[in-house]
């Protein structure tokens, strides 16, 4: 995958100076040998920061190594203003972490009381107004430590790649489905770069890409992979032209920025006009890193890169679409397992999902618009799609999302694809998720969320959480069990 940042995550390890520094100088070279052991490289400063001109030149030191997130270490108690000021700073995401004692034999000149340190660095840091990432128990001997390390390296990986990301748009949404419309301004409050485009700027360097020596070769990569799926060769080569007049859009427009993804208008003029529909190259793009989000879904673009960031892993776009037949749910019951008719809900879109988490995908034409466009013919102007059922296995549902008054609030679910045929059309599955029928009506109607879904295809809920606060985000819901009910969920129904 492309469009991803690097983490290069530096370790500065603090003592307070009534503590001997070989101390939490031994510790911290215990966890970069952990570390190593788990595939990180982490950039360790050679200097232990007692006072304020330590700071500084423990900054230097991994800062000189490319360092852009920082891990401070409490190896033992630790120097509140100097540790904190590290944090303070350093430009990037920063973890505060803390040693465990190791043994019960040597609490005498070996104990550190890290756990009493933490204490007080969480108030310094309050102090200075800085948001910054602890574990839910931050305190660990060294292999724990470096597990935790592993955790942050992702988190961080979503701030690093927020401050130097875009988002392109085409074209405003239809009048009669305007869900996805928000405010662009809590986009600037995150750091994300906006470019809103016309239709008509994409539909000009589409036609100029037109008989580009390029598009050959991408015709192939799209032979090779839709193999015996590829119903439609004839619109191929349309797609192709699509697809590289998106990249270089990008290349030629990204500016300051290193990151970017599409939020790109597909209806209802652009059969019409550019004679195919889009999914496909969707698809593709968003398989290699670069989101692309259906219908001018600007906040699903922003989504879908995030659970990019986050897990490394393509993600999709799906409508929260419709429920589940209580025949099918019955027929199928055994794959349903712990889930009840209420927990379930069918994910479905056009046929924008990477070929990596489809079943036998098929390039296909897309039905509802046939329907309206072309009913009397074989399809033509609606071929385009990249149609099959969802694999089965660990999902979350994730969406970060402006309120029409510019406040930001985000919702997480994990659950799973059940292992069971939709019997649908487009790119489907059917989801199961805990308590999702609460869920459904108390986060996402109560707190009037449209209706795409960004997807992961593993369970993320912790990072996306983490990298949430981290991001300043305060509304963070979440599907809560029975017995923890929502503020306006009827107790008379529970």
């Known amino acids: 995958m492309i469009n991803i940042p690097e983490v290069k995550i530096g370790l500065v390890a603090v003592s307070r100076n009534c503590f001997p520094m070989s101390l939490s100088d031994s510790r911290k070279n215990c966890v970069i040998d952990e570390t190593k052991k788990i595939g990180l490289d982490v950039i360790a400063a050679k200097t232990v920061v007692e006072n304020e001109v330590d700071a500084m030149k423990a900054l230097d030191e991994i800062k000189d190594g490319g360092a852009n997130a920082l891990v401070v270490y409490l190896g033992n108690f630790g120097p509140e203003g100097p540790e904190t000021l590290l944090a303070q700073k350093f430009d990037g995401p920063v973890m505060f972490v803390a040693a465990a004692e190791e043994t019960g034999k040597n609490l005498i000149d070996g104990r550190g009381d890290a756990y009493c340190g933490m204490l007080n660095a969480s108030y310094n840091l309050g102090l200075r107004g800085l948001r910054v990432y602890i574990p839910e128990y931050p305190l660990g001997v060294p292999s724990e430590v470096a ?9 961080a990986r979503v701030i690093v790649g927020l401050k130097s990301f875009k988002i392109f748009s085409f074209g405003p949404r239809p009048f009669d489905f305007v869900a996805c419309n928000a405010p662009i301004k809590p986009l600037y409050d995150l750091g994300v770069e906006i470019q809103e485009n016309s239709e008509l700027d994409l539909f000009e360097s589409f036609n100029n890409h037109k008989g580009d020596p390029r598009i050959s070769d991408v015709v192939k990569e799209m032979e090779a992979e839709l193999g015996e799926g590829n119903k439609h060769p004839g619109v ?26 599409f939020a790109n208008k597909c209806w209802p003029a652009f059969q019409t006009q550019f004679g195919f529909v889009p999914c496909y190259v ?40 419709n429920s589940v037949p209580k025949d099918l749910y019955d027929e199928n019951k055994a794959a349903f397992g712990e889930y009840t008719l209420t927990d379930t809900f069918m994910g479905f879109h056009c046929g924008n999902t990477s070929s ?8 296909k034409h897309q039905l509802i618009m046939k329907r309206s466009l072309e009913p009397d013919s074989e399809p033509n102007i609606t071929r385009g ?27 997480i679910a994990q659950g799973n694809v059940i292992d069971a045929n939709p019997n649908s059309f487009g790119a489907i599955g059917i989801f199961g998720i805990k308590e999702m029928g609460r869920f459904y009506r108390h986060v996402l109607i109560e707190k009037q969320y449209p209706h795409h879904a960004g997807i992961a295809f593993k369970h993320s809920g912790k990072i996306l959480f983490e990298a949430l606060k981290l991001l300043g985000i305060k509304d963070i819901a979440y599907n809560q069990p029975k017995s923890l009910p929502y503020p306006k969920e009827n107790p008379f129904e529970i």
């Not at 990596?356 to 390039?363: F, P, Q, S, T, V």
């Open 385 to 411: 799609t990249y149609e099959g059922n969802i694999k089965s296995g660990e999902v979350t549902i994730f969406r970060l999302q402006s309120t029409a008054g510019c406040e930001l609030r985000s919702y």
């Open 282 to 321: 969707n698809s593709r793009l968003t398989g290699r890193g670069i989101p692309v989000s259906c219908e001018t879904d600007i906040y699903g673009a922003l989504s879908e890169y995030i659970i990019t960031l986050a897990t490394l892993m393509p993600p999709t776009l799906l409508d929260i679409n």
């Open 236 to 261: 191929l080569e349309k797609l192709a032209q699509y697809e590289i007049t998106l990249l270089d859009w990008a290349e030629e427009n990204k500016g300051a920025s290193k990151y970017f993804a």
């Open 147 to 155: 597990s935790m390390i592993a955790d942050f390296e992702n988190i």
């Open 356 to 363: 990596c988490y489809i079943n036998k995908g098929e390039m």
